[in-house]
């Protein structure tokens, strides 16, 4: 690992017709971006006008009529003309009759079912509004009352970590019980020591050896590189804010580091979701490691579990107790989901909340490292974290 640090401190168309014995018409006008790191217009309308009848000089004058209507659907035997029912004028329709209509009003009543004739516009149907995304999660608190850890929060915002050879931009981040990397380009957390005198690393990210250690490790990695800012304004001595977002935008992600602990807050992805931890406790997978439950059921950590934890926070501990260190893990929400625990590459811890199956939105996650592998402890300090982020 090569690592360069700077330290801060925190706080229609018209027709032309021909007249006379004219008979035409004219025609009309027309990473591996996995968080891995080491440190003109609508269709043409035609229309066609009638030619104007030849002039009626020296025709016979007809005489006037009496006024008909028309039977529609009849027709006579003469010449099938439509017959017609001559009605006296003044004369009223009988009573609950429906009015006769002539020939003329008939075949100048439209056919609502008549299919759109050539150059007819037929309007696309509307398709459905699509539902607006929820809204983000409220912003945590920017200190927590009454943590049963003192000190404060150092930084840097220009620390750097080796990924596949390229060091990229880091943020580096001290508290009293850990140490966070997370990569900007990233958005990814590739290392977690913590602060015994020797420390020991908990992810041990390597993008030419284990380059799938990290945290959140998305079992499908974001399609863009991320932008990661750190929020001045909620900035305190013992709180720091990352903002991560994908460049497409169908990502986004919130960090809130504390003294205790670093709470993951995901507000946007494209679907379904899992928070996983896949690393190294205390710096190797041994015999010594376990996986506890948060009823204190114990197993060996090299040996799997599937099952769904109880809430109403879920969470659950990797201990080494060589070390007498702990690393907890916490959903803050409740679920039927199961969760799932696995060796992989027979060297790596992978814990996976909701099996990828998350779909509800916004979520929150929470990991933190404390200097015991006792029970008791451990559900001392997650009570305290599921109490201080759901303000209890």
């Given at each position: 690992m090569a690592a360069r640090t700077r330290w801060l401190e925190a706080g229609q168309l018209p027709a032309a017709l021909l007249a006379g014995a004219l008979s035409g018409c004219l025609p009309s006008g027309d990473l591996d971006l996995h968080g891995r790191g080491s440190a003109k217009g609508a269709p043409a309308q035609t229309s066609s006008g009638a030619l104007p009848a030849p002039d009626g000089a020296g025709a016979p004058a007809q005489p006037e009529l009496p006024q008909v209507a028309g039977s529609p659907g009849e027709t006579s035997s003469v010449g099938m003309a439509?017959?017609?029912?001559?009605?006296?004028?003044?004369?009223?329709p009988d009573a609950g009759s429906e009015p006769l209509r002539g020939a003329a009003d008939a075949a100048a009543a439209p056919d609502s079912a008549a299919p759109a004739g050539p150059g007819s516009v037929v309007e696309p149907p509307i398709p459905p509004v699509p539902p607006a995304p929820p809204p983000f999660a409220p912003a945590l608190p920017d200190d927590l009352r009454n943590a049963p850890v003192s000190g404060e929060i150092v930084f840097s915002d220009e620390a750097e970590w080796e990924v596949d050879g390229i060091?990229?931009?880091?943020f580096e981040i001290h508290t009293p019980t850990a140490s966070?990397?997370?990569a900007k380009p990233l958005g990814t957390m590739v290392s977690l020591q913590d602060r015994a005198t020797t420390p020991a690393q908990w992810i041990d990210f390597s993008s030419g050896f284990r380059p799938l250690r990290g945290v959140p490790a998305l079992q499908e990695p974001p399609a863009t590189r991320f932008t990661t800012v750190r929020d001045e304004e909620s900035q305190t001595p013992t709180h720091v804010r990352?903002?991560?977002?994908?460049?497409?935008?169908?990502w986004q992600w919130v960090w809130d580091f504390y003294v205790t602990h670093v709470t993951f807050t995901i507000n946007r992805a494209p679907g379904n979701i899992a928070f996983n931890y896949r690393g190294?406790?205390?710096?190797?997978?041994?015999?010594e490691d376990q996986l506890v439950l948060s009823d204190g059921t114990a197993q060996g950590a090299r040996n799997s579990f599937s099952g769904e934890l109880p809430g109403p926070s879920e969470w659950a501990y990797l201990a080494d107790t060589t070390l007498g260190r702990s690393l907890f893990l916490i959903q803050h929400t409740d679920d039927l989901l199961a969760e799932r625990y696995q060796v992989r590459d027979n060297d790596s811890a992978f814990f996976t909340f909701g099996n990828g199956l998350i779909t509800a939105l916004p979520q929150r996650f929470s990991l933190g490292i404390l200097p015991s592998a006792n029970h008791a402890s451990v559900a001392a300090r997650v009570e305290f974290v599921t109490g201080a982020i759901s303000g209890r």
């Open positions: 439509p017959l017609v029912t001559v009605q006296p004028a003044g004369a009223q060091f990229e931009p880091t966070y990397w997370i990352l903002t991560s977002v994908s460049l497409d935008g169908a190294v406790p205390g710096g190797s997978l041994g015999q």
